[in-house]
DNA sequence: TTGCTTCTGATATCGCATGCACTTGATGCA
DNA sequence: TGCATCAAGTGCATGCGATATCAGAAGCAA
């Protein structure tokens, strides 16, 4: 009944042509494609803020009910999120959130690391004021919630990376940045330290100085410190105990020693 | 009556597990969805090989139907392929084969040398006698044809980048770098010149000597310059005149002539 | 009357929901 | 422990309403 067609108030709200950020009929990747982004955007956060836990199932069903649309969108979300790495499709099965592995964090860290790189040589010495202003107020505005609200520091820092990478105006960086991004989200929920998980401001105040004085090595050598820090404190061994095997081992051996 | 159900044989014969090529169940894009994939990967290929004109419109029904499946199938391998660039989504219009723009060539070739420097970092010195051998195979086999088999010689080109992504072993890399060298692909046959397309073969030698030598430094530096050749072969103007209002200029011209 | 603009109906195609068959994992039973 | 039965949920095709484009008709100006 409330699914009887589009006019579930919820999904038709997102529908309207809010963001439509781009230039006008110019690049690829045109307009929205309206509820399945919608749906693959709410998911996508979901994620992020680990709402959903790595390995949870994701039915079609339930999340067509949830965000008032059909099995059919929520497939079509699922089908996209896969691609990006946030969620595991298993045939027949049905899909799940990521778990990646220590290894699989790895790997896209140091794609990270590469993409950032461009972004940095892009952008050296060639930041407009305007662009200049919006950077620093970015900085200021992480600087002014450091140490007194986690989830939001987080946010802004991850936000910090996407902005550097939309003034490029290369939309094909842009949209592998997010993606990374999000996935090392994903990861540094998973096997960072709970406090200390995400970008130290200063540095980001540093490479916005460095860009704009047009210093690309210096950019460069400080991007990726900075990533290589962020990297170094997201993949820990201690929290990297998520396989079963690994957490159940002293159960398994205190058992083991019962029996023996 | 042919679409009856999953009886369709071609689909079908598609759809056995063939080339499985991942690791067992380990890493995150586990088992290929099938159907979906098979689609796309035959509509990547058809767009590639310029069988599809960059511009041309893609009905769901059509590509449904020649592929044996339902809209539903053909909807979704769409879907992807607008993802990776190489399909243009327009809202209530369909889907239509890419038609970048020079700046998106050039953007995509900015990202493709920045990938494709983690490669070739990731590799430097770090590659085994068994891939040292296959590297060696593939670049001799570039040789023999090329020079004689335009078409060959591009597939292989192609291939052998994707080869190397594939050795480092790193999945996020092996995606982006796929999609890139599919939408370089796409870029070159629309702007580049007819007989120039293909990356020097020499080169791809070259680079794996370097990278064998284990001197990163050299083996990036071969890598860049290899790319920056193959992307100013790509991007010429000349050929840039695929907007219809560019190509009609002078003939638009003649006709204010005569008018005047 | 001729040419141009605007309106309206027809058609093709999309966006989405839903139904049915099939796979998978679980449960009960020998 | 091994096997048959069952329920849950995916995989896919299809139907229905919606939307955009196009053709032709009508209206209007020259």
Redesign the pocket.
């Known amino acids: 009944m409330n ?4 006019k ?1 108030g919820a ?1 038709r709200s997102v ?1 309207d042509p809010t963001a439509k950020g781009k230039g006008p009929p110019a690049s690829g990747e045109a307009a929205t ?4 982004e919608a749906v693959q955007d709410g998911l996508r956060q979901a994620i992020i803020e680990q709402r959903l836990q790595p390995g949870a ?6 999340i ?1 009910d949830a965000f ?9 979300a699922l089908g996209r999120l896969a691609v990006e790495g946030l969620v595991e ?7 799940f959130v990521a778990n990646p592995t220590l290894d699989e964090g790895r790997d896209v860290f140091v794609v990270r690391r590469g993409l950032e790189r461009i972004v940095t040589e892009c952008l050296a010495g060639r930041l407009k004021p305007g662009e200049i202003a919006v950077l620093r107020d970015h900085v200021a505005r992480e600087l002014a919630v450091s140490g007194h609200n986690e989830v939001e520091s987080i946010r802004l820092a991850g936000e910090f990376h996407l902005l550097l990478a939309r003034l490029t105006g290369n939309q094909v960086l842009v949209r592998y940045v997010t993606e990374v991004v999000s996935r090392c989200s994903l990861i540094l929920a998973m096997y960072g330290r709970p406090h200390s998980s995400d970008c130290g401001v200063s540095e980001h105040g540093e490479i916005v100085d460095a860009l704009i004085a047009g210093n690309a090595g210096r950019a460069c050598e400080l991007m990726d410190h900075h990533l290589a820090a962020v990297a170094s404190r997201a993949l820990l061994q201690e929290k990297a105990e998520r396989d079963i095997r690994d957490v159940l081992a002293p159960y398994a051996a205190r058992i083991r020693g019962l029996g023996a």
Not at 33 to 36: A, F, G, N
Not at 89 to 95: I, Q, T
């Open positions: 699914i009887s067609r589009a579930s999904s529908n494609i309206s509820r399945t199932k994701l039915p079609e069903d339930a067509g008032g649309t059909s099995r059919t969108i929520a497939r079509e499709l298993k045939p027949n099965r049905g899909a």
